[in-house]
Each structure stands twice: as C-alpha cells, then as structure tokens.
C-alpha cells in the first residue's frame, strides 16, 4: 500500500527557515501529483505547494516567493524549502499523493502522511 512519512519538523524563530522532507513508497504504476498541505486546530487543510510529474509547480498565494517544493525521485523523497518564515505558517504540515491531475485543494488527494509539526514563533 501507499505510504507517506514525512519528517523535519521543528520549532523555529521568525524570518527563519526549515525544510520538511516525505518520504513515499509503494507508488506502482506512479503518482501524478505530489503535494504539501498544511491545518492549524479548527480550521480546515490547505494547500501549499504541488508538484507534477513533469516537474511543474504550483503554490498558494500566502506562500509563493517564500516556499519551494521538490522532489528526488531517486531517493523516493518529497521536500519542501521554507524561508522567511511567519508565525502564521505555524501548522500541522501533510505530505499528499494524487493518481491524476493535480491539485491545491486537500479534498481531492488520494494518499496523506500522518504529518510534521512546524511552529513559527
């Protein structure tokens, strides 16, 4: 079965950076998309960044210029760069898998990690 562990999650001061990694397996014929999510306690999932099989990228507006998504399919690992960091960053991070297309909306993954807890302070 498909499965997502993500890491690197940390606590870190304003106008820092951090890199949180996932790590995927078990992906067979392939993923089409893959993607960072994040949810603070009451609120709902929303994306962050996603990355299509032909490397194309997409980012949310509140983290576009300050956030890179990437992936190593030689090491079967997902990452994401943050700089600049804001307090309002601070969230439970979630790496995700999409079979087709791609998209910023968490509704429409189709795989998820447990998550990695960034706090921005």
């Known amino acids: 079965h498909v499965q997502l562990v993500e890491s690197g999650g940390g606590s870190v001061q304003a106008g820092g950076s951090l890199t949180v990694s996932c790590a995927y397996s078990?992906?067979?014929?392939?993923?089409?998309?893959m993607g960072w999510f994040r949810q603070v306690p009451g609120k709902g999932r929303e994306g962050v960044a996603v990355?299509?099989?032909?490397?194309?990228?997409g980012y949310a507006d509140a983290v576009n210029g300050r956030f890179t998504i990437s992936k190593d399919s030689a090491k079967n690992t997902l990452y994401l760069q943050m700089i600049s960091l804001k307090p309002e960053d601070t969230a439970m991070y979630y790496c995700?898998?999409?079979?087709?297309?791609?998209?910023?909306?968490?509704?429409?993954?189709?795989?998820w990690g447990q998550g990695t807890q960034v706090t921005v302070s």
């Open positions: 078990n992906f067979g014929t392939g993923m089409r998309c």
């Open positions: 995700a898998a999409k079979a087709w297309g791609c998209s910023l909306r968490a509704a429409r993954q189709d795989y």
């Open positions: 990355v299509y099989s032909d490397g194309s990228t």
